[in-house]
């Protein structure tokens, strides 16, 4: 299939190319200059960087010609971020134009197509100038037909070739981060100068208002946003610069070995850390600390103590095809993206509890490629539960829990706030070209990473977080009084699987139930009371004996009769006698005889009527 052709515009009235060759042309002229046939790797969406090499040293070879020229003036800038292959690709080029970082901006929002003849599309292109947010249209006397470059939704019509539907386009305006915000022309092949080091050929397009646009293939974007990145830039919108995620199956079978708490002892670069470390120092160290669940979920406390060094704490997914290669996907990080495409990993056990993940990347040295080594933690239990946050608002998060030790992490995903809808180098890069209180700002209130120990369950506490906060604070205590503010609580619904903690600030968090091999949130029932042994008889106070009562009556009788004599005495009467008191068997005795006595007069006085009767 022979190659698509698209126009260059001319500078001074719509565009400018950024090809080698039309810079002898006029500007007044328009010819269509045609793009070189890319090579097999470069038309596949994930482009080889050992093609990108290739294709960068050829181009390379043209730019050092081309500055060798006495009519073209050197206009590379030098960069101390280089790599080794970026250095030789620009070696003996001096720089005459210092190129500052500047920001591109995807717009509009889809992507564009190039019709590079447009004859018989009057109909429609009427209609198309008032729909369309993005549209330009160029006709010479010299051109063989009218060119225009429209939203490809727009295209869709009746005798536009297909080939030109389907090669698709992205329009990235250029501008500075201070200032006049257009770009001179020098700046502008400076810029096209450094992605043609990396093997990208743009195209650029330069409106009548002076404001500058970049058109790159669709299939070498995230390409380029990476080189533009490594080139100190800034681009955005990251929804729509880069690829969807490729997402590998998680199975437990082939992940399981990997679950657990690990930290990182090692790193080939930058920041090797050297020495096993035990839980405690974990606690209160600068390691990274990471736990992986078997469903694939994982979350990494990467927060140093140095309040100069950036916060890299993040969570995602592993997927794995056979348990030796795999690939990590972050759903939330504390740190723009690179843009590049996620790298795989090659997993090594070493049989000492120490796993070894290296990156995979075509066409590079042993010596370049980055190592990790993570030592299991021991920390009891290996299960982990794994719980994700049900939240009304943008935020995303995950709490992971291994043994008596958890990470939660709360942050926005991509193409939401600032950070996440970014692409440079880092957050520290981010304040400069979006403004230090800002961004701050939105990693203070949207972002939070905690590393915490399970002193027991129930009772969870913070070691060290993100965030300036109280040491060691308190972030539930199931076993308080329900009226103690700071303690928290937790209540989980199997049924449902649904947690939900209320934090000691008030604050209610609801958490679905991704995973679940123990329980951290509720304590142990309290120990019940030791029962007696059956056989020991219980003992019984007995009750008050009838003489008790009695003698009880007798003595209050008795000090009744002495108040009285008292009394009689004082008037001048003598005292009655006291009578002795009667034994109570005595007594006994005297009323049943009474009693008998009773009974006979009762029967006499029956018989003297039965006689009076007759």
């Known amino acids: 299939m022979p190659a698509p052709r698209v126009p260059t515009l001319p500078s001074a009235a719509a565009a400018e190319s950024s090809d080698e060759g039309s810079s002898s042309g006029s500007d007044s002229e328009v010819k269509e200059a045609e793009i070189p046939q890319p090579t097999q790797a470069a038309m596949t969406s994930t482009f080889s960087a050992a093609a990108a090499a290739n294709r960068a040293a050829k181009l390379a070879e043209q730019l050092a010609a081309k500055q060798r020229s006495p009519s073209a003036p050197a206009t590379l800038p030098a960069r101390s971020e280089a790599t080794n292959g970026e250095r030789a690709a620009v070696a003996g080029v001096s720089s005459v134009v210092e190129l500052e970082p500047l920001i591109f901006e995807a717009e509009p929002e889809e992507d564009l197509v190039i019709i590079g003849n447009a004859a018989g599309c ?5 209609q198309a100038i008032e729909k369309s947010k993005f549209i330009a249209i160029v006709q010479t006397p010299v051109a063989p ?4 470059i429209i939203q490809a939704s727009l295209a869709q019509q009746p005798g536009v070739p297909k080939e030109v539907l389907q090669r698709r386009w992205v329009a990235f305006q250029v501008r500075r981060v201070v200032g006049d915000p257009r770009l001179p022309l020098n700046v502008l092949s400076v810029l096209c100068d450094q992605l043609c080091q990396a093997g990208v050929e743009p195209r650029t397009l330069v409106p009548v208002d002076s404001r500058s646009y970049l058109l790159i293939s669709r299939e070498h974007v995230q390409f380029a946003v990476a080189a533009l990145v490594r ?3 800034l681009v955005a919108p990251a ?11 998680a199975v437990a079978d082939r992940l399981g070995p990997q679950a657990g708490a690990w930290r990182l002892t090692s790193r080939d670069r930058p920041d090797s850390l050297e020495g096993a470390l035990a839980l405690s120092e974990v606690l209160t160290g600068r390691s990274p600390v990471r736990i992986q669940a078997s469903s694939g979920l994982f979350a990494e406390f990467r927060v140093s103590p140095e309040a100069d060094v950036e916060q890299r704490s993040c969570f995602g997914s592993l997927g794995s095809e056979d348990g030796v290669r795999g690939l990590r996907q972050l759903q939330v990080s504390f740190q723009p993206s690179d843009g590049s495409v996620p790298t795989p990993l090659r997993v090594t056990w070493k049989g000492d509890g120490t796993l070894q993940e290296q990156a995979i990347v075509d066409g590079a040295e042993p010596g370049e490629q980055l190592v990790e080594e993570w030592a299991r ?4 239990d290996c299960k982990v539960t794994v719980l994700e946050l049900e939240s009304a608002d943008d935020r995303r998060g995950v709490w992971l829990f291994c043994g008596t030790l958890f990470i939660r992490i709360l942050g926005l995903p991509r193409g939401h706030g600032l950070v996440a809808s970014s692409c440079c180098r880092s957050s520290k890069q981010l304040e400069f070209f979006r403004g230090a209180e800002p961004v701050r700002a939105e990693l203070q209130e949207s972002y939070q990473a905690l590393l915490g120990e ?12 993100s965030q300036a906060r109280a040491e060691s604070s308190l972030l539930l205590d199931a076993r308080s009084e329900p009226s103690s503010a700071s303690s928290g609580s937790a209540e989980v619904r199997q049924d449902a699987k649904v947690v939900i903690h209320t934090d000691p600030e008030g604050k209610r968090w609801r958490w679905q139930i991704r995973e679940w091999g123990f329980d951290p949130f509720t304590p142990p029932p309290p120990p019940k009371p030791p029962t007696p042994p059956p056989d020991s008889p219980t003992p019984v106070e007995p009750a008050p004996s009838s003489d008790s009562e009695s003698a009880a009556e007798s003595s209050e009788s008795a000090s009744t009769k002495q108040k009285k004599n008292a009394k009689a005495a004082e008037k001048g009467a003598a005292p009655k006698a006291r009578p002795k008191p009667e034994p109570s068997s005595s007594r006994s ?7 008998k006595e009773d009974k006979k007069n009762e029967k006499k006085k029956d018989k ?7």
Request: aromatic letters at 4%; charged letters at 35%.
């Open 239 to 249: 929804m729509r610069v880069l690829s969807p995620a490729k997402v590998l199956a």
């Open 454 to 465: 399970v002193e027991r369950p129930g009772l969870l506490r913070v070691r060290r977080a």
């Open 122 to 126: 009057s109909s429609w292109i009427g």
């Open 145 to 148: 037909g009218t060119s225009v």
């Open 608 to 614: 003297d009527k039965d006689k009076d009767k007759d």
């Open 231 to 233: 080139f100190g830039h």
């Open 589 to 595: 005795d005297a009323r049943q005889k009474k009693d």
């Open 377 to 380: 933690i021991s920390t009891g």
